[in-house]
């Protein structure tokens, strides 16, 4: 018994360092939207980019988490990806599809555009924000409580 407590141990340890790690990033990445949001003086485009990227990072995070699973491993378009993954994902794919579009057809970020407007970077800030609120729920295994 004391054997496979030892060996048991160390993998638990990494699991809940992985997990904390993970819930830090995320901490980070919601951060970054929220400066993005409160930016004066930064065009609507340049916000709309740094919202659009730490949405990468979220959806990286949790397919990263998901692909620890799986025998085969997820495609490596993110939201491919995500429509893969099901639940929650698949809807968050889906939701970003038209701010995915919005970023491949407007111009380079760095250049004023009217394409972005404000209310396009408070959208996809919202609605990315609330999905980081679900994929630290999902870590943390809360949705299953609650449906429980």
Known sequence: MTSTMTVAAPAALREIRDLNADLDRLEAFEAE??????EAGVSAAERFERVHRAAL??????????NTQ????LPLNVWVALERMGGMHRARAREAARFVE?????E????????I???DVQEHAEQ?????????????????????
Do not use: N
């Not at 979220?58 to 990263?64: E, F, K, S, V």
């Not at 919005?102 to 407007?106: K, N, T, V, Y």
């Not at 380079?108 to 394409?115: A, N, P, V």
């Open 117 to 119: 407007s404000e209310q």
């Open 102 to 106: 919005l970023r491949r057809s407007a």
């Open 33 to 38: 939207i929220h400066a993005s949001l409160d």
């Open 57 to 66: 990072k979220i959806a990286g995070l949790a397919i990263r988490r998901a």
């Open 128 to 148: 990315t924000l609330a999905y980081v609120h679900s994929v630290k729920e999902e870590l943390l295994g809360l949705e299953a409580l609650a449906a429980a």
């Open 108 to 115: 380079h970020y760095w250049e004023h555009t009217s394409r």
């Open 70 to 73: 799986r025998k085969r491993k």
